[in-house]
């Protein structure tokens, strides 16, 4: 099976996120594209601002500074002390698979060498683009991708933040096929995982993130068994969900919720 993993290189939660998966499937996977959101700088900052609030998007900036600082350091160091590693690119380094960033992946030249490459699986784990039909079509098994929810319930983003926002009991992780609509396709594998009362947003991800390691392991061990079963994702019976706004961020706080 060679596999082609889509992904973002944020150090706070992606390289705890795929670092078991490497683990598992480093012999699989032929490369990791860096795909980050198409927005500029400041549009990102802006809405992160709005999500967070003054006091949490400064803490979080601290936290995100001090990963990129220590992922300047060698890389052993780091993780004799802390114990992981503060970048997927740093990450990808010690299991020997190429790293690229992409900044447009429907880029004609990038999909053409992707077809050179032929790869078995396309695999999306929080890739910041939508991918077109033309790459999407290229694997011979199809292209996955593994989604921070129960789907169809949560489509779209920070489903961390809306989960808590609609006081959920719990959620989990769906793997689902891909097509040029966000979170649509089939459903391959659904696994769950419970929200206690006093969970907090960064509580929910690294729950979100140890069951999207053990469904991304699974993925490939099994997408290649003719025998894997699909259910439809019945999008109409869900709702899409953006980046919260500043609105949605106070109404978060009066229901009792916090992000750390």
Known sequence: ???????????????????PVLEEQADCIDEIILAPMQKSFLEDLSEK????????FVRYGLIYAKGKTLDLLPASTVYQYAGRYYSVKTLAAEYDIPVRKVENVNDEAFVESVRETDPDLLLSI????????????????????????????YRGLSTAFWVLYHDEDESG????????EFDDGDILIQRKYSIESDDTMDDVYLKL???????AISIIDQIGQESIATTPNNIEEGEYYSRPTSSDRKEFFRRGNEFR
Do not use: W
């Open 173 to 180: 992780v769906t793997a689902h096929y891909m097509t040029p």
């Open 209 to 215: 993130i140890e069951t999207g390691a053990d469904v």
């Open 126 to 153: 929080a890739c910041g683009q939508r991918i077109g039909a033309e790459l999407l079509n290229i694997p011979d098994y199809g292209a996955v991708n593994i989604h921070g929810s129960l789907l169809p319930k």
């Open 49 to 56: 601002y709005e999500m967070f609030g003054p006091v949490a």
């Open 1 to 19: 099976m060679n596999v082609l993993l889509f992904t973002h290189d944020g150090p706070i939660y992606m390289p705890r996120y795929l670092e």
